[in-house]
């Protein structure tokens, strides 16, 4: 759906302030994907995002969606924007309407829905995130902490975006609501076969939801792959300055220590069927 | 543009001009300033440019700073120089459309945007070796009489230090937000006047409201931390001359009598 | 050293421009802290944890009940500088909380609103900036910092009072994971190297395990209280309150469920590691024989 070729970039170019942020960046995004896109602070993974829907333009490479280079002479970046919906972090702070359904329709209407079919849009993204109907009327910041959030990313959602790209989105949230959006996001990804880029620093959520794993370090892309081939390189994971999932690291150490597991696990579920097998096996044995 | 901005950017140094007195350097630039508006040949701007080079590099500031906090003021210095161009009455060189170019139009455009870009870089370098705190100190020293008659100037400064503080950090949320206004199908450029200001007021009002969230953070903060607005306090370094100051009110009284003598007695 | 009894406290909700109607947000809350101890409050969101923390350095006055800090009463009106110079504060955003435009500016504002000499600020500053680790950036603006770096200066702001008990509401809450753990490490050190006693809240349940007690909160209520074994041990009503457990401590609750004989809770990765070792060599031990 789309694919990211070479893409390279330079912040403040020819200025005192010159820096060279993105370096020689490939990878694709396919239908129904969920990738997440790992790095530490300042690895440029929030730049690299803003390529995808267009806010930043690329000074080398190219980025094709559905075929076609974005960066064409006549490209309509305002398609682009509807079709690659971007949740910032902290998107409740963008909120601004009168109502709540009003500023989950701004984003569609803005991107050539009618009243109508941005409405319609609205309603359904609102009800996918669970805020209730009662609150539609009124004003979003009457709302606590997680349901702006929600109606945030419901403001997304309702331009039915092909990608959903988020920059930590449970930032600051308690894990109770952060599980919530989680558990969303997996939902509409499977309903409507979107595909998802998830930027996190928490390894634990990228491990138990994502299938592909982008790691960025000093804006070039140092490993991709699923979750299992990446965070079992603990090793490398640490010497660019990265945490593993702590059930990753556990596992590891009882590795070490002899335990006879083939490899580190990534999530607790995973890990609980291989030390479990691991006595059974004995178990049947005796 | 917005990201242009230099005030209240400190460019952390240690130099002569650095641990100059505030008040020293608050005198400079008011020198500074009426030397621009004594002279009148341009050619004395160059001699001007240079000695605000040389204070530049003095200050170990890189001269790419100076650029820096022109570019925020580009459009101003455009819109100068054409109205002065067009407006200035004298002998017509050249006809453009319906205006009027005169010798004196080209002449005052040049010395009147001239002016105001050194002036600019004059201040940015104030702004550049001087923190917003010294600055603030500065002026409530300076002002301190007015005190006296009630005028609230400790407040004041107060306000000038944190102001200067959230100036960057709401200059960087209006960055995020126009980001995430745009994800959302905003244009700031091409749609009617309208719509427009229904956009702009997209990224007012979520301004507004980070701007009161933080203030009355702020506000806990400073109470948590012995802040009451009354009774005196102290400071970590208090302004006091040292011998750096004395020469360079010297100097600084030097120059300027320099430039009136050569305005007195005219000689170009 | 913190002493609290029965407090409640209510909001003021304005339903309508007329209507209006009191929420409680604390209830009948009784606490009691001994100094030198490093005491997490934990729970969701809404729980009242962060209004708790504004009562210890009187930013709030309870409706009913007392808060007694160091003895004080903080209804005590000439008790207040007392107390807010016996209780420092660091709150959830680290941009919001810093007045200076550097460093060291922001960590002399509290000795200057008291009104010290300069000498003993500049003494103070440096004292507060190394025991954060942050003496070479002294002269940095704190927009220049990392967040990780940006709270530490907040707590440098705090130590320059030379407060003997230091209340961190949520400090990590916007930080990521590396930027935490740093600030969990001077937290920590500040409690066992300076002996200040700690009050820190957060929703993060890996932060808390090194604590010296737990405070665990729900809709206003202490649910529990006690170390962190204590209230690790009831996995049900962490569970219950929707509060996340370290992964290692579920993996243990999960393997005990089937009946793997896993001592629980488990908190960190080397306990674990020991007590499933010793099972696994129990086991082939006796397989052996």
């Known amino acids: ?286 | 543009m917005i990201r242009d901005i230099t005030i209240g950017q400190y460019y952390a140094q240690d130099s002569s001009i650095h641990k100059l007195d505030s008040r020293t350097k608050l005198m400079g630039v008011l020198i500074y300033i009426v030397a621009l508006f004594l002279v009148k040949n341009p050619w004395w701007y160059l001699l001007l440019f240079v000695v605000i080079l040389a204070l530049y590099r003095l200050a170990k500031v890189p001269y790419g700073y100076l650029l820096r906090g022109l570019k925020g003021i580009v459009i101003l210095l455009i819109f100068t120089f054409v109205f002065r161009l067009i407006s200035t009455p004298g002998i017509p060189v050249a006809q453009l459309w319906i205006f009027t170019i005169t010798g004196e139009g080209i002449t005052k455009a040049i010395s009147l945007t001239v002016r105001i870009a050194l002036m600019i870089i004059g201040a940015s370098l104030l702004s550049y070796t001087s923190t917003p705190r010294e600055l603030a100190d500065g002026l409530e020293k300076a002002f301190g009489f007015l005190e006296k008659i009630h005028v609230p100037i400790h407040d004041m400064a107060v306000i000038v230090m944190i102001a200067f503080r959230f100036i960057p950090i709401l200059i960087e949320e209006t960055n995020v937000l126009m980001d995430a206004q745009a994800s959302r199908g905003v244009e700031f450029e091409k749609c009617s006047v309208w719509k427009k200001c229904r956009n702009i007021f997209s990224l007012l009002l979520p301004l507004f409201l980070s701007a009161v969230r933080r203030s009355s953070d702020l506000a806990m903060a400073m109470e948590a931390r012995g802040y009451s607005g009354e009774g005196e306090t102290s400071r970590m370094y208090p302004l006091r001359y040292h011998s750096g100051d004395r020469i360079a009110y010297v100097l600084m009284f030097l120059f300027l009598a320099g430039v009136i003598v050569m305005r007195v007695v005219n000689i170009y | 050293m913190i002493d609290i009894k029965n407090l409640v406290h209510r909001y003021t909700i304005w339903e309508s421009d007329t209507k209006k109607s009191k929420k409680t947000v604390l209830d009948d809350v009784t606490l009691d802290i001994s100094p030198g101890q490093l005491v997490a409050i934990l729970g969701p969101n809404g729980s009242g944890k962060s209004t708790l923390a504004k009562h210890l350095n009187v930013l709030l006055l309870p409706d009913e009940g007392t808060v007694w800090i160091d003895g004080k009463d903080t209804k005590d009106a000439k008790a207040l500088w007392d107390i807010r110079s016996t209780v420092g504060m660091v709150f959830q955003n680290p941009d919001n909380q810093i007045v200076g435009t550097s460093v060291e500016e922001d960590v002399a504002f509290g000795p200057e609103n008291k009104n010290l000499p300069s000498t003993l600020i500049q003494e103070k500053v440096a004292d507060s900036l190394r025991a954060v680790g942050l003496l070479h950036k002294r002269k940095s603006s704190p927009f220049r910092l990392s967040g990780g770096q940006k709270q530490r200066v907040a707590i440098a702001g705090a130590l320059a009072g030379t407060p003997r008990c230091i209340v961190l509401d949520e400090p990590t809450a916007m930080l990521d994971p590396a930027a935490r753990k740093e600030v969990i490490h001077v937290i920590h050190k500040l409690n066992k190297e300076a002996g200040i006693t700690i009050v820190l809240i957060t929703h993060h349940t890996d932060e808390v395990v090194g604590a010296d007690k737990i405070i665990l909160m729900n809709q206003g209520h202490i649910i529990q209280e006690g170390t962190p074994k204590e209230v690790f041990d009831n996995f049900e009503l962490l569970k219950k309150v929707k509060m996340d457990v370290p992964q290692v401590t579920e993996l243990a609750w999960n393997l005990a469920r089937q009946g793997i004989p896993i001592k629980t809770p488990v908190l960190t990765e080397e306990q674990f590691v020991t007590e499933m070792m010793r099972i696994y060599e129990d086991g082939k031990n006796r397989e052996d024989c």
């Open chain 1, 1 to 286: 759906m789309m694919r990211i070729e070479r893409l390279g970039f330079t912040y403040s170019k020819n200025t005192v302030d010159e820096c060279r942020v993105l370096e020689d960046i490939s990878f694709h995004i396919q239908e129904g994907e969920f990738i997440g896109l790992i790095g530490s602070s300042g690895s440029g993974k929030t730049t690299l995002i803003k390529h995808l829907n267009g806010l930043l333009k690329a000074d080398s490479g190219a980025v094709y969606f559905q075929g076609q280079n974005i960066y064409d002479k006549g490209y309509v970046l305002s398609k682009l924007r509807k079709e690659v919906g971007l949740v910032f972090q902290y998107p409740e702070h963008q909120l601004f309407g009168r109502t709540v359904l009003a500023d989950v329709c701004f984003g569609p209407q803005n991107l050539g829905m009618s009243k109508e079919e941005a409405e319609k849009s609205a309603r359904d993204c609102l009800e996918l995130v669970g805020i209730n109907e009662s609150y539609y009327h009124t004003s979003p910041f009457e709302l606590s902490g997680g349901q702006k959030r929600c109606v945030a990313i419901a403001g997304i959602l309702a331009m039915q975006p092909k990608i959903l790209v988020m920059d930590e989105p449970a930032a600051g949230l308690d894990p109770e609501t952060k599980h919530m959006i989680f558990d969303l996001v997996e939902e509409i990804r499977k309903k409507r076969n979107i595909a998802i880029v998830l930027v996190s620093h928490h390894m634990e959520d990228v491990a138990y939801y994502a299938n592909k794993v982008l790691v960025l370090h000093q804006g070039r892309l140092v490993l991709t792959g699923e979750p299992e081939e990446v965070f079992t390189k603990t090793e490398f994971l640490r010497e660019i300055g990265m945490d593993v999932p702590q059930i990753t690291s556990v596992t590891e150490k009882l590795m070490k220590e002899g335990f006879p597991m083939v490899n580190p696990a990534i999530t607790v579920k995973e890990a609980e069927e291989r030390i479990l097998k691991v006595f059974r096996e004995r178990g049947g044995a005796e």
